[in-house]
Structures are given as C-alpha cells and as structure tokens.
C-alpha cells in the first residue's frame, strides 16, 4: 500500500522558516494535484496550497506570498516552503496527492509549531 510522508516540520519561532516535503513510498501514477492542507487546534482541516500536474498553483489568502508550493515529479515529492512564520500557521500539516483516475493518498501529518 503507498503512503506518504512528511517530514520538516518542527518548532520555530515567527518570523522563522520551515520547509516541509512528501514523499510517496513508491511510485504513483498520473498524479494530477498535489497539494498542502494544515487542521489546527479545535478547527477543521483547510487547504493550504495545491500544484497541478501542469505547474499551475492556488494558496489559501492567509499564506499568499509568503508560503510556495513546488514538486517534483520524478521524485513523487511536493515541497511547501513556508516564510516569515506566524503563530497562526501552528497546525498539523497534511500533504494530498489526487491523480487523474480519482484515488486520492494523504500522509499522516506532521506538526508545525510557530512560538511567539
């Protein structure tokens, strides 16, 4: 069964920088979207930003230029650099991979706290 998995996440103080990436366990077919969601704290899970097979990007308002979702397809990997850090950002990050046949792969989260 393929799994993804993230890694990067961790502490960081606002301001800071953090670079998250998923991987898939093996290699996975017609991935048309990958993408970013995050599920603080008491609140639902939310897109943070998608990338399509074809390089076109969408980011949530809140993290509009400062966070950039990038892939690489030879690698089944995305990557979300996230900038200048804010406490609100503090959630479990979650990466989502869609292909064009519909099957859709999550990872199991990885944490990301931003201090004040």
């Known amino acids: 069964q393929v799994q993804l998995v993230e890694s990067g996440g961790g502490l960081v103080q606002s301001g800071g920088s953090l670079r998250l990436s998923c991987a898939a366990s093996?290699?996975?077919?017609?991935?048309?979207?990958m993408g970013w969601y995050r599920q603080a704290p008491g609140k639902q899970r939310e897109l943070v930003a998608t990338?399509?097979?074809?390089?076109?990007?969408n980011y949530t308002e809140a993290v509009k230029g400062r966070f950039t979702v990038s892939r690489d397809n030879a690698k089944n990997t995305v990557y979300l650099q996230m900038n200048s850090l804010k406490p609100e950002d503090t959630a479990v990050y979650y990466c989502?991979?869609?292909?064009?046949?519909?099957?859709?792969?999550w990872g199991k989260g990885t944490l990301v706290t931003v201090s004040s």
């Open positions: 990338i399509s097979n074809g390089g076109s990007t």
């Open positions: 093996r290699v996975i077919f017609s991935i048309n979207t």
């Open positions: 989502n991979f869609l292909t064009f046949y519909g099957l859709n792969y």
